[in-house]
């Protein structure tokens, strides 16, 4: 897995890429957390390179997510594939998360 | 079936240790692509195996010591299959029932959520307890006209 920041403003761009799985999840969990705690609560995760996320990955979202609420800040989603939108669908996360289509469109809307 | 024909089995035993994840994901890419698999397929056998492995290191033991997983994969009768040996605990996971899917962001809860996820994305599983070991299989159905060396 392999994780670039971005910033747009206020808000950070996290693009990972690769599997978020029992052995990544942990470091991409805390690098959310980290960011929130330091004050980037803004966040968008541009998913497009994903393979797949596992229930690890999920949690980490979660909690990222929940952090990111408790700060006042926002965490969207942004670019899943079909395949990982199925993972979102099965584990009905579709409506947790704020879900954009592309890049572009999150930082216009958020 | 000819001499270079890649074998349509292979193994890897691990130990009970989340580290060493990346090892079988590395050999399900591989087998993968030895028998041009669907990329989705080894895609969700990735995914499905890291869900069991991931529940059988974290829940399956009560010591501290080093222990074996041995990892099998086949494909037979149209089906790449998976079977995942461990000395752990008894422990059937498709017994787990996976917590509602409701609540908000602050909420919601996770447990069994890998088990779902496997039930749903896999066409067979199926668990026994053998010689003190629990063996878990599942199984994914490829599309008619099978894979490389079925032909």
Known sequence: ?????????????????????????KAFGDRLTTLIKTGRSRLVIDLK???YISSAGFRALLVAGRAAEQANGTLALC????????????????DLFVIYASREEVLTKL | MSST????????????????????????????????LPQAITND???CLDEILNNAISYGYEDRQLHRIVINLLIKDNFVIADIEDDGIPFDPWNDAPAPPRGTLQSRK????????????????????VREKNV??????????GVDGDR
């Open chain 1, 1 to 25: 897995m392999e994780i670039v920041e971005g910033h747009a403003g206020e808000i950070t761009v996290v693009e990972v890429k690769g599997r978020i799985d029992s052995t990544t999840a």
């Open chain 1, 49 to 51: 390179h994903i393979i």
């Open chain 1, 79 to 94: 670019s899943l594939s079909a395949e990982v939108q199925r993972l979102f669908d099965l584990g009905s996360f579709t």
């Open chain 2, 5 to 36: 024909e890649p074998a349509r089995a292979a193994s890897l035993v691990i130990g009970n240790n989340i580290a060493e994840l990346p090892k079988v994901a590395e050999l399900v890419d591989r087998f993968g692509m030895a028998h041009r």
């Open chain 2, 45 to 47: 056998l990735n995914l």
């Open chain 2, 110 to 129: 996770l447990g069994g959520l890998g088990v779902q996820f496997v039930k749903t994305l896999m066409d067979e599983v199926s668990y026994v307890r």
């Open chain 2, 136 to 145: 878990v299989r599942i199984g994914k159905r490829l599309a008619d006209g």
